[in-house]
């Protein structure tokens, strides 16, 4: 019989978290790579449109886990709702996506099985029918996780009998690339049992890192600056580009520490993770800590006056130039083009 792989999305207020997508790719692959069976889950109340939406997608099966109580995310309340729908359908893998709402119950719904999570991961290697213990005819997965501030990747294989549960970090894989099916999947509703006595924490607002945070997660297009900014007052000049390009305004550490852009908009190993279809760096020569951070973008440009940057070993495009000459002569063209 085929192994099973359940991949759990996230949805808020009715709408699909886009890393759901990116985790549903992984599951897509992993899928294909361990010939077995793919399943995706939703939880919530009044979840009809994304759970349709997630089925039109290449899966076996689609469950949507409705109750009273999920109405309102709680760690108590998926973490005990996804337990029952595991146990129904026994997966060797269960695939989440490393959000702040999946970092908040996963752990709780892993040990409920006595089981380790593998969080945070950027990819994964399949060896070939034959390699290793378990997993099917594929073997057994080995996961990738980044380590010393992405300075190297350790493997990780988990051990036991399943299932394991393992996150991936934004941007490991492309939301884009995400395969639909021939038809659409099964759409099944899960029969769980929950009660009030259950969630032991009342929902409060949505959680975000600070006040008037920004999720730079979420932006398609983001203009980012580092040391060779200069000066806080030439930020001004950076946040117009982003405007007009409809974007976001983020930041290398060094920047953030300064104070002349709050934490909330640091890119990198201690920031934020982003995967948007536009990274633009001003400035920025290209740390490690910073390139983990926005290494999934989809296109990159980058600006510096230093050829040998480091930042240019990941950018798509790449000027070596003066960003005082270079970004006012976009802003030139930008303001042209809106006006014809």
Not at 138 to 159: L, S, Y
Not at 163 to 174: E, K, L, S
Not at 248 to 261: F, K, N, T, V, Y
Request: net charge neutral; glycine share 12%.
């Amino acid at each position: 019989m085929a192994d099973t792989i359940l991949v759990i999305a996230e949805q808020r207020q009715g709408k699909l978290h886009p890393q759901s997508w990116e985790t549903l790719v992984a599951g897509q692959q992993l899928a294909e790579a361990r010939k077995a069976r793919l399943i995706g889950a939703l939880a919530g109340k009044g979840i009809t449109g994304p759970t349709e939406e997630f089925a039109a997608k290449k899966l076996d099966e689609m469950w949507g886990v409705e109750h009273n109580l999920l109405e309102h995310y709680t760690p108590d309340g998926y973490a005990a709702a996804f337990r029952q729908l595991v146990e129904q359908l026994r997966p060797v893998l269960v695939l989440l996506p490393h959000t702040y709402q999946v970092r908040d119950f996963a752990p709780k719904l892993a040990a409920s099985f006595r089981r380790g999570l593998i969080s945070d991961c950027v990819g994964f290697s399949q060896p070939a029918p034959g390699g290793s213990a378990s997993g099917g005819d594929g073997g057994q997965t080995v996961f990738i996780r980044q380590m010393f501030q992405g300075k190297t990747n350790a493997d990780v294989e988990p051990v036991g009998a399943p299932p394991h549960f393992i996150t991936f970090q934004a941007g490991a894989f492309r939301g884009d690339q995400v395969k639909s099916g021939d038809q659409k999947a099964e759409v099944r509703r899960a029969e769980i049992k929950l009660d009030s006595g259950q969630i032991r924490t009342q929902p409060g607002e949505l959680f975000r890192e600070a006040k008037q945070a920004v999720d730079l997660t979420q932006a398609e297009i983001i203009v980012s600056v580092g040391r060779g900014i200069k000066a806080p007052e030439n930020i001004e000049m950076a946040k117009k580009l982003a405007g007009l390009l409809g974007g976001e305004l983020a930041a290398s550490r060094p920047i953030c520490d300064e104070g002349w852009l709050p934490m909330e908009r640091q890119i990198g190993s201690s920031g934020q993770t982003v995967a948007p279809k536009l990274y633009l760096a001003l400035g920025i020569s290209g740390a490690i800590q910073h390139v983990v951070g926005m290494k999934g973008s989809r296109t990159v440009v980058a600006i510096n006056k230093d050829a040998h940057a480091p930042i240019f070993e990941v950018a798509d495009y790449g000027i070596v130039g003066d960003l005082f000459e270079v970004v006012p002569a976009l802003i030139e063209a930008l303001e042209k083009g809106s006006t014809s």
